[in-house]
Each structure stands twice: as structure tokens, then as C-alpha cells.
């Protein structure tokens, strides 16, 4: 969702030579402060956790999970967790792998009858090099700002449009929420059961994330999960935070809201380190699809392709880079109006930060925001 807004490059040796100069107390403080002057302007407001080996070292919590009731956000606090979705949805196409149900290189015409992907792999939707047109700009030829599109819809509409690919398949990386929702679709076809029951039945019960689900009925139904963060944006018109849904430019979060796959997983941070930690083991997957997963996928080139914008490498639903002293870097992050978030694993150290905020965080909010906590994460002992 909105990929290119979304994940900021950590600046690993900038974070190193300040670490040499300042000491964890006194970058937990200035990171407490900003964060502080943050939420004092209505800039910030949700939860960070920082784990070391899985053990949790620091946890902030800050702000409201929805206005004008002012409930306090708290570790148990759910927040739609944007493009960390991907994650999971790549997860569950390596489990069926494991288990010999589908093939990475099989074709997705297997799945789906439609001329318009002819060329392209599974392989190719988890890595951003399939070539297919985003769906963000068929659905916005339809002018019904009402309608919420489901998985589904972007099927109807592909078989309507039947639009041609961007380019040759493994040509290039290319960040693409299409391919997300139709790996969702894949999963369904394959396992014979709704993505929802998929996710629950196969991760979310198994690992005990007993606040994570699919969830993509809000604008459709009105109802919110038991202590669910509403997002708000800072709506400059009035100085003030607003809901998406109320302000014309970002509007589309109701066409959009339906979609599982790119997005539309919501979770605590609690929850996020189970996963985490979970990567990191066998079980959930076998250790051959966990280092698969994780390694820069080769274009046809045979070089490692680089999301554009984002200047990092791209494994399987994860951003991939690597660091002389942070060793393998793995993270992702989202953004949707009304949400930020971040899971950043320093795989080699067992080092995670985990960010989920339910306000909008601009640019270069973002990036020093980051800054501050991979210093943390980094430097816990």
C-alpha cells in the first residue's frame, strides 16, 4: 500500500559512528524526548518495543487509540500493520511449499486463466519481479468512493482489463501490492479455505498471537476489534488529527479497505516478537525456506535486483541488506493513512525493534525516528 512512501533506508554507518559517542542512557533519552515533542504536536502516538534475543529491553507506549473518547494506548493495543502483511502472506506460500502442495516456479496462469499474467511465477509475485500492473490504477478509474474492494474485485477487474504487464518477468524489481494480493489468492486455491482462516489456523494459533488477525470489514460493517487503534492523519485544513475516511485526498482508504494481502493484518507489538522470534526457528517453516526467504533474489541478470526508491535488496516479503558490523539486516515497513510501522531484525545479533503508530509519521519524522531506535536496538546488550 502506497509502496514507495513507505520503507526509509536506515543509515547503518551513520547509526555506528554515533553510537561510538553516546551511551544507551543517553540515546534512550533523547529518543524519550523527541518522542515526547512528538506527541505534545499531535505527530505521534502508539507503542515501540526493543528486543534482544527475544527479550524485551525497551517498551514505550504513548497516545490514544481513538479521539475524542482518549482511551491509552497500551501493549495490547491492536494496530493495522500495512505492508509487515507480506511477510505473512510469503510465509504461508513456503509452507504449502514445504509441504509439496505448490511449486515457487509454478506459472500463476496454474491459478488463474488469464492471458495477462502468462510468464510469470509464484517466485516472481514474492519478489517484486513479475511484472504486473498495480491495481491502485484500475480500481481508481472507478469514481464510487463508497465501494470497498475485496480480493476478489481485483481479480474482476484484472479479467476485465486483462492489462499488460509492466515488463518481462525477473526483467526487473519492481515494489508491487498486486502480486501480495494475489499470493493471498494462491494460498486460497491451494489450501481450500478463506486467507483469514489460513493465516489463523496456520500461524497466527500455532504461535500464539492471540491479538493478530486478518481483519478487512471495517468501513463494511463499522465494527472494531476489542481495543483496536483507530488511524488519524494531521489534517492541515484544521490543525488537527482527522480519520482518513473524512479527508478528500486520502478518501481511497474506503475503496481499499477490503484487500488482504499487502496489508490488512492488524497485531501488537507483543505479537510482532512471537513472529519475530519465530523466524529465527524451525517449525513454522523449514530451515531451507527461512534462508531462502531471506536472500536477495536474482534478476534474470543474475544480478541481486534493487527495489527501486528503496535502494535495498529483496527477498521474500522482506527488505534484505547487509552491514560489517550489524551483520544481516532484515525489516520491512508500512505505511497506510493513519498507521506507520516498522519490524526491523538484526538477524545475525538477534537484535528486533518493532514500531506501530496509529498517526501518520511524515518523512522525516520517520527517518530520525528510526535512526533513534536502531541505535537503541543496536547497542542493547
Known sequence: MNAHIWFRKILILNIFCFCAIASDAQIIENTERYLDSLSDANRFSGVILIADSGIVKWKKTMGFRNLPAKPKIDENTMFESASITKQFIAVSILQLRDKKMLSLEDSVTKFFNLQCLKGMTIKHLLSHTSGITDYEKLINLNKDRTKVFFNKDVLDVFTFCQPPLDFKPGEKMEYSNTGYIFLAMIVEKVSKQPIKN????????????????????????????????????????????SLPDTVPYTKYVITFDGMIG?????????????????????????????????TPFLLNSGVKGIVPGVNKHYGYGVFLETDNKAGKVVSHGGSWPGYSTYLFRAIDQNKTFILLANVSLPYAVEKKLLNYLSLITLKSN
Open 262 to 294: 499487502d496489508g490488512n493484518i492488524s497485531t501488537t507489538v507483543d505479537d510482532l516478537l512471537k513472529w519475530d522470534q519465530a523466524l529465527y526457528k524451525t517449525g513454522i517453516l523449514s530451515k531451507v525456506s527461512v534462508d531462502e526467504m531471506n
Open 198 to 241: 489460513y493465516l489463523k489456523k496456520r500461524i497466527f494459533i500455532p504461535l500464539q498471537m492471540k491479538n493478530t488477525m486478518a481483519y478487512n470489514t471495517r468501513r463494511q460493517t463499522g465494527k472494531l476489534p476489542k481495543n483496536y487503534a483507530a488511524g488519524y492523519i494531521y489534517d492541515k485544513r484544521f490543525g488537527r488529527l
